[in-house]
């Protein structure tokens, strides 16, 4: 019986559905019972895997491309990586911000930006080519058609009637909103965003199907609740609060994740987020 269908977000495509599922239980459970006192149990959760969707095929070396910043493509590639570095920034005294970027060529401008998030508490643990391969990642999604169905098929093949929470992070956070509006059909759901990008204007916000409108983009017709989880130090979703895009329905929850603070991990481990879920579980039982 699947109540909880977990979907993950970027950089994951060297795992599976079973190894990551394991990394992300222990996680979920002990958020669980440290917001609630109640356990859930793994035959209970189940992993919209889509890694492999992303998975070079046919490279030398480990398994990724050799890129660098000469191969970062103008427009989203660039754009999402400068917003990273201008969050992380923002966020940490030891990452130096941006002068002028317009003035600079993309190149130079695209390797200041990876020589800057080096310095920072979360992309410190990341090569260059990975930081560049997950840009590439949500260009891909959002401009491969078949990526971007391909990946929403995942999490709509896990989705049962039993299902009563679905739970995001990061990228997968987009895949569950266009997902959920794309099944007006599915049973009543309830959703947990963790370090969710999906406010963010032009990048990712304005490319949503179906399209915002006015400003305001629409609700997920299946949802009936939803809980939007976000550590202030996560550089990946540097607008913290949705429900100003997504509206008032969504309950905006603030964590601290320490200095991994996208890991979805401490997202998991939190106290909020237990008791966000423990309770969205209980509502969506009665």
Known sequence: MTRIVLVHGIAQQFKGPDSLLADWYPALSDGITLGSGERIASHQVSMAFYGDLFRPSGHRGIGIPDLDASDVRDGLERDLLLEWWQAAAAQEDRVPGPDAPARLRTPALVQRALNALSHSSFFAGLSERMLIFSARQVRMYFT??????????????????????????????????EALCAHPQWNDLALV????????????FDRLVPPPADGHARWPAPVTRWANIADKGDAVCPVKELAPRFGPRVRDI???????????????????TGQ???????????
Do not use: F, M, W
Request: proline share 4%; net charge positive; charged share 20%.
């Open 144 to 177: 491969q058609p078949e990526i971007r169905l391909g990946v929403q098929r995942r999490l709509a093949e896990k989705v049962t009637s039993e299902t009563r929470l679905i739970v995001a992070h990061s990228l997968g956070t987009i895949v569950a909103y």
């Open 193 to 204: 965003t963790l370090g969710s990008p999906l406010a963010i204007r032009n990048l990712v």
């Open 254 to 272: 603030s964590v601290h994740n320490g200095t991994k603070a996208h890991d979805v991990r401490p997202y998991l481990t939190a106290r909020d």
């Open 276 to 286: 966000a879920i423990a309770g969205l579980l209980k509502t969506g039982d009665g």
